[in-house]
């Protein structure tokens, strides 16, 4: 047996072994954690309600598993932020706090600054946009790291459940992760081939990590994070549970494009900074096609991947946790 297929066996889960949701929760109080959910918006009034109610309902209120629920804005045009606060969630934009700085646009913002928002000692993030939320996208990703020490961050995968029916299916990511990210991966790192689904929105992570790695505010965020702490902390800091299925709209292929321009951006940097590929400049500018009429017409594109420091290096955050 290979040491990835190893790996995979010891550290993947399906969310069905952590049912027992009581025991879930004495484990949590007897190693003295606090848990924080944090939900990074951009207009998702539609689907953000149901989320709060679900989570506040059965795993703060029937199952006290998590000890706070905060969305996180980038600045809803719509009524995000209304519906949240109506349904329990402490709500802030990310531009208010570290206000000294200068306000940036971007989920890895959010995320980010959620680091210095909340308390808990292991943060798990979940994206706003999901339409069959389930309690399991929560405590499936916090099990691992109640009950496993040495486990810093654990991701998530879904859609296609791997052989727990009896059968032998085909698993994977989205479009981006097959085409752009694993066969990066596979070239680079390939130890991190052993994640599922890599750019999945929703991980847990304890506090002490997440304050140690750098992040892009925009799309390269979720690949950042794999290969800052796997040069961290190795493989074995790693889990990741399948959580069966997750819907939600589909982006246009224009979209994904430029999603992958910036997570190539990251890597890029990431790979150059640890030695793996030879230093070498690179645009910042993508071109795409439209087709107006009988014309076709280029669309240049700028996306530039800046990063915000590690938290530990904001004067605030040690001030704030006594760093």
């Not at 309600?49 to 029937?62: A, D, N, P, Q």
């Not at 800052?228 to 990741?240: I, P, R, S, T």
Request: with cysteine.
């Amino acid at each position: 047996m290979s040491n990835l297929q190893s790996w995979i066996n010891k550290n993947t889960y399906h969310h069905s072994e952590f049912w027992d949701l009581m025991k879930l929760v004495e484990a949590k109080k007897k190693k003295n954690l606090t848990i924080s959910l944090c939900l990074p918006t951009l207009n998702e009034e539609k689907t953000i309600g149901k989320e709060i109610i679900i989570f506040r309902s059965e795993l703060m209120e029937r199952y006290p598993l998590i000890d706070e629920i905060a969305v996180i804005d980038s600045g809803s045009e719509d009524n995000t932020l209304e519906v949240a606060k109506n349904y329990g969630a402490d709500t802030y934009l990310a531009s208010d706090i570290l206000p000294n700085l200068e306000p940036k646009r971007g989920k890895g913002e959010n995320l980010w600054k959620a680091i210095y928002q909340l308390k808990g000692d292991i943060i798990v993030y979940v994206d706003a946009d999901i339409s069959n939320i389930h309690p399991r996208f929560v405590y499936g990703l916090v099990a691992p790291l109640i009950h496993r020490e040495e486990v810093k961050y654990v991701k998530a995968f879904y859609d296609r459940p791997l052989a727990f029916s009896g059968n032998v299916r085909a698993s994977g990511g989205g479009r981006v992760t097959e085409i752009l990210v694993r066969p990066l991966f596979s070239l680079f790192f390939p130890d991190l081939t052993a994640m599922i689904q890599p750019l999945s929105g929703e991980y847990a992570v304890r506090r002490e990590v997440l304050e140690q790695i750098a992040f892009p505010i925009g799309y390269g965020v979720e690949t950042s994070h794999l290969i800052d702490v796997y040069h961290k902390y190795g493989l074995e800091a790693f889990a990741q549970t399948d959580l069966d299925k997750r819907v939600h709209e589909n982006k246009p292929t224009q979209a994904l494009g430029k999603m992958a321009f910036g997570i190539l951006q990251t890597f890029i940097k990431r790979a150059r900074a640890l030695g793996v590929i030879e230093k070498a400049e690179h645009e910042t500018i993508l071109r795409q096609f439209q087709a107006r009429q009988d014309q076709y017409e280029q669309n240049l594109i700028e996306i530039v991947e800046e990063e915000r420091p590690p938290m530990i290096e904001i004067e605030e955050y040690r001030k704030k946790f006594k760093k």
